[in-house]
């Protein structure tokens, strides 16, 4: 006897929010005080992580080697049981790293971005201040001009996106807000 309809689990797909914007505008502080709220897992920035344990500058290979173990990361938890999955940065900005960069990118990232369904980026608006470290390369205007190519290439791709501005849990409050409507 076929099972019919009624007797088949239907799972309720996680909503897939990446936390992005340009450098030091609160994206880690953000992504780990929204997977607290909503008491689920998230993946932390994996750029960050790689380029730190590099011996020497990275190059076009390394930036590849991220934007994969990006999609990997988020393979991994598509198919969780969890309300939300949330992303500190996604391949937009290793998109736009490898145009800024190295004036290419590969020709397998742009089909990636497409087909993986984003419910929202939450977009961290500039109204932090930008502090120096070891890692980060683009202060002063660069963070601006950045900030517009990750917004425009969101927009391009038609994922739908807000920003979310305001000081400590201002912040916070607003992206949950966001969330929230996005029931």
Not at 165 to 178: D, H, K, M, P, T
Request: net charge negative.
């Amino acid at each position: 006897m076929e099972k019919g309809f009624a007797d088949t689990k239907i799972k309720n797909a996680s909503k897939i929010i990446v936390i992005t914007g340009a450098e030091s505008t609160g994206k880690s502080t953000l992504t780990k005080e929204l997977a607290k709220y909503f008491n689920v897992p998230f993946n932390p920035e994996i750029a960050r992580h790689y380029i730190e344990k590099l011996d020497e500058n990275y190059n076009y290979t390394d930036v590849e080697n991220i934007a994969r173990l990006q999609i990997e990361q988020l393979t991994m938890l598509k198919n969780s049981e969890h309300s939300h999955i949330f992303l500190d940065t996604w391949l937009i900005v290793t998109k736009i790293w490898f145009q800024v960069v190295y004036n290419k990118e590969p020709v397998w990232l742009n089909n990636e971005i497409k087909r993986t369904k984003i419910d929202l980026f939450l977009v961290c608006d500039t109204d932090l201040p930008w502090i120096s470290d070891p890692v980060r390369e683009n202060g002063g205007e660069m963070r601006n001009i950045l900030q517009n190519k990750y917004i425009e290439t969101i927009r391009n791709y038609n994922f739908n996106y807000k920003i979310i501005g305001g000081q400590n849990s201002e912040r916070l409050n607003n992206a949950i807000q966001f969330l929230n409507e996005l029931q």
